[in-house]
């Protein structure tokens, strides 16, 4: 198991998980919020293709969740708009 944090809270995974993964594992399913209507999106396709799942991940805006390996340390956060 490794540790991560979402926004601000710190959370657990196992290795090799996906970001999206370890986020449904404690039930959290917001990954950002639209630019114009500030509507909750998160996973969808599950395997990098639709962009819903866009996320924070160390500063880094735009990631996809779904494909990206969740490591120790990681700081995640909901990404609020573009
Ligand atoms: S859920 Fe579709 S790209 Fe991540």
Redesign the pocket.
């Known amino acids: 198991m490794i540790t991560f944090t979402f926004n601000g809270v710190e959370l657990t995974a196992r290795e090799g998980q996906s970001v ?1 993964a370890a986020l449904i594992a404690h039930n959290e399913r917001i990954t950002r919020l639209t630019r114009a209507a500030g509507k909750p999106r998160g ?11 866009l996320i924070i991940i160390d500063g880094q805006p735009n990631q ?4 990206t390996e969740v490591k120790a340390g990681m700081v995640v956060a909901v990404q609020d708009g573009a």
């Open positions: 999206a996973i969808f396709c599950g395997i990098g293709v639709c962009f819903d799942c996809r969740s779904c494909i």
